[in-house]
């Protein structure tokens, strides 16, 4: 056996020396070409351009942080769900400690079966929360997220998953960009994986949010296309919300939401020092059907429902295009060229289609070190989160092949099926609904 691998490895040697850098290049097109321009060059750049500019950001920051702790607005938190009973006192806690505490919060029971009416009753007794209501019937995220927030009472709304915990100084710092820039009306926090030492999976997980989320969207953020709020972990101004006529209806409401602020005109942000911890699925059929779900609301609300911002039209912004093409481009189109990519190469190289996709492996694996890099540059918990890196070589695998995967099978469903209308994550009287008004 050791004989044979030997031999193996001798022989994918022996190929690769025939190889030269621009049949390398040639080659692995994909990676050079699409990938390494947007997700390593440009990130560096832009990066490299706010650090560059630390002292005076940091400046901006510490002036609006003395505005709003002047102006000390209510603000609302609402948090919608079902059968979360076990999670809202530990969140209930996480708020209390919290260095901003001029808020309210709104809990919506969307029809639970479990003890969630208990629990909240008794901390309404006792004074920890301000504001329990319950809906009989399941309306969804958005009817729940909807009625509390008609309830609301705060400048701002700042929404959170029932399972979600903040830092100590998640909410004022979420709170702060809307005082650096007057025409900011969203802003999202950054969410990070709790459980990110449980399973393999969600240690993959935990280094695909730190890249895609903390990293990524700091990137859009700055060039001003940011197209996604995180439904975990987002501020919103209570007016504006009620001018864009709050959360539609149907699958994908956090990036709708989004998309309903941009087209209004108004600018959204990403704070990536308001840190959100969340749990993630541990098991990979959990997380699989968790991004099918994803990916299909995608498809949805970007190709679908607000494709307008795609089209010249008389309220037609050049950022919002940028914005929403990016999300499609590399989200949705590219999935399908990537499928067409590795056929390609399986017919070009059928004799050495192995050797491609190891040293494809050991490519990507190179550029990963960049990546890693940049999730240190940026995380304000490298002593905590270095221990990631040991999983640095499966992410190739796992964005590369599960990700993409899921991604194009989702995609597939949605163009030509519309399956998230019957995911049920939403009841089926309300996607019906959503289908019906073309949502």
Request: a positive charge; charged letters at 25%; aromatic letters at 14%.
């Amino acid at each position: 056996m050791l004989l044979e691998l030997t031999d193996s490895i001798n022989q994918f040697l022996d190929w690769v020396n025939t190889l030269t850098l621009s049949s390398i290049v040639d080659t692995y097109w994909f990676l050079f070409f699409i990938e390494m321009p947007r997700y390593y060059i440009l990130e560096y750049i832009v990066i490299g351009s706010l650090m560059f500019r630390y002292k005076s950001v940091k400046k901006e920051k510490d002036l609006a942080r003395s505005y709003l702790l002047r102006e000390n607005p209510l603000v609302s938190i609402l948090v919608p769900g079902k059968n979360e009973g076990k999670h809202i006192y530990k969140l209930v806690k996480t708020l209390k400690e919290q260095t901003y505490q001029n808020y309210e919060l709104i809990v919506v029971d969307d029809g639970s079966d479990d003890d969630t009416k208990l629990i909240c009753d008794d901390l309404v007794k006792a004074g920890y929360l301000e504001h329990y209501f319950r809906l009989e019937t399941r309306g969804g995220k958005a009817a729940a997220s909807n009625y509390g927030a008609n309830m609301a009472r705060g400048k701002y709304i700042i929404c959170l998953d029932a399972d979600s915990s903040l830092d100590r100084d998640a909410i004022e710092k979420i709170l702060i960009p809307f005082y650096v820039d007057s025409e900011v009306k969203a802003v999202g926090g950054c969410v990070k994986v709790r459980n990110n030492k449980a399973t393999i999976c969600s240690s993959l997980q935990a280094i695909e949010y730190l890249k895609r989320i903390q990293v990524g969207r700091i990137v859009t953020s700055q060039l001003g296309i940011y197209h996604i709020i995180s439904g975990a972990f987002g501020a919103f101004d209570r007016k504006v919300m009620k001018e864009v006529g709050f959360w539609d209806i149907g699958p994908g409401l956090d990036g709708d939401i989004t998309q309903k602020f941009r087209k209004a005109g108004y600018k959204v942000k990403f704070a990536s020092d308001a840190i959100c911890m969340t749990n993630v699925p541990t098991k990979w059929f959990k997380l699989y059907h968790q991004r099918i779900r994803w990916s299909r609301s995608l498809v949805r609300f970007r190709i679908r429902k607000h494709r307008d911002i795609l089209l010249p039209n008389r309220n037609w912004d050049i950022l919002n295009w940028l914005s929403n093409l990016e999300s499609i481009m590399y989200d949705c189109v590219l999935n399908f060229l990537w499928v067409f990519y590795i056929i390609r190469l399986m017919i070009t190289f059928n004799t050495h289609i192995i050797e491609v996709l190891v040293l494809g492996y050991f490519i990507r694996l190179c550029f990963s070190q960049f990546a890693f890099l940049l999730i240190m540059m940026v995380t304000e918990r490298r002593k905590e989160e270095a221990f990631l890196y040991r999983y640095m070589p499966l992410m190739s695998p796992y964005t590369g092949y599960f990700l993409r995967i899921a991604r194009t099978v989702a995609h597939i469903q949605e163009l030509f099926f519309r399956r998230s209308y019957k995911d049920a994550w939403n009841p089926t009287k309300t996607s019906r609904y959503a289908q019906l008004e073309n949502m």
